[in-house]
């Protein structure tokens, strides 16, 4: 069975992944929702967080006919956040709307230590 995330399974499989970073905008995500990358990193790490525009930007990357020509749900480009937050502060919530919002996955900023990894995934 194919993963939902191409990312990861295109890495599973020994492959390369590749990903572009776009702005968390919905003229960005239609840009991108024909694109041949694996995944679309919305980069949220130096804008103001836009929970709002997030989400419409995840709904703007889903291309209706791509889904139905490959017959599987998998979103392509995987839609992937990157958050303002680093992994030393306290901010979870940030990953925590992202996941909600419909992202697969998060790319955390900045994490150098152990103790900061693990406070990231908290």
């Not at 992202?103 to 994490?111: E, K």
């Amino acid at each position: 069975m194919a993963r939902l995330n191409s990312v990861i399974g295109a890495l599973e499989s020994g492959q390369h992944a590749f990903a572009a970073f776009a702005a968390p905008e919905p003229a960005a995500a239609l840009d991108f929702a024909t694109s041949d990358y694996d995944g679309l990193v919305f980069e949220s790490e130096h804008k103001p967080w836009d929970a709002t525009t997030l989400r419409d930007s995840l709904q703007y990357l889903l291309n209706r006919r791509r889904i139905f020509e490959a017959g599987t749900l998998a979103p392509s480009p995987t839609p992937l956040v990157r958050v303002p937050v680093n992994g030393a502060e306290h901010g979870q919530w940030h990953a925590k709307q992202a996941l909600d919002l419909g992202a697969y996955g998060i790319v955390w900023p900045h994490i150098s230590r152990v103790e900061e990894a693990r406070n990231a995934v908290a």
